[in-house]
Structures are given as C-alpha cells and as structure tokens.
C-alpha cells in the first residue's frame, strides 16, 4: 500500500503564486507516476499535471501549460506543483495521485491511470 499526502494550498490573489507538495509513504518503490488533479465545485475531476519516476517525462493539462510546473523532490517519492500567474478559475480541490504503472504503459491523464490517492488540498485564487 502506498499512501499520499497533499501540503501547501492556500488563499492567494489572482496573479500569485502557490507550491504544492506531495509525499507518499509506504510500498513507494512500486510508484512509477506522480500526478495531479483538480476538482472544482459542480465540475468534473481535471487532469492537471503527471511526472515520471525519473522526473525525464512530464506533462500538463492544457488549461495550466506555461503556468505551472511539476517536479521531483530529492527523494523520488516526493513531488511538487509550482504554480505561477494563478488565476481565479484554477480555484479548487487538488489531489495528488501515485501510480504503480510506467509511463509510457498508461495516457496518466485518467483518474483510472492512478492507484492511490491523496485527501486534497484545497486552492483559493480570489480576484
């Protein structure tokens, strides 16, 4: 089993910026993909970002391209989610996701390309 904790979200004006962090614990070894999710309020879940065990493969949904940024912490477990020129429309509840699939075996887009998840982190981007 491996288990997800999400850190760092906030309240920020538009414009702002936020970094968000993700830790797993557990079976880590098994993670091959890092990634991260949005849900907003009456909206559906939102693919927002995914890295590679490596950190070589990125990539990013297209509502946040050029704005935000995925990486990997010194230990390959980690994860974070650097997020620059917020606006209000990228107000939401983010989760971080690990999967124990490879990167190039899934689209890791999907919610279903993911095997654990985390609680959420809740994002607030005001005007």
């Given amino acids: 089993q491996v288990q997800v904790v999400e850190s760092g979200g906030g309240l920020v004006q538009a ?5 968000l962090s993700c830790a797993a614990s557990g079976r880590t070894f098994s993670v091959k993909v ?4 949005r849900q907003a309020p009456g909206k559906e879940r939102e693919f ?7 950190g070589q493969n990125t990539d990013y ?5 050029g704005r935000f940024s995925i990486s990997r912490g010194n230990a390959e477990n980690t994860a974070y989610l ?3 020129s917020l606006k209000p429309e990228d107000t939401a509840v983010y989760y971080c996701a690990a999967s124990e699939r490879y990167w190039a075996t899934i ?3 999907r919610s279903e390309d993911y095997d654990y998840w985390g609680q959420g982190t809740q994002v607030t981007v005001s005007s």
């Fill in 34 to 37: 890092m990634g991260w999710f």
């Fill in 82 to 84: 650097q997020m620059n």
């Fill in 48 to 54: 927002v970002a995914a890295i590679s065990r490596t």
């Fill in 15 to 19: 414009g702002g910026s936020l970094r």
């Fill in 107 to 109: 689209p890791h887009v």
């Fill in 61 to 65: 949904g297209d509502s946040v391209k």
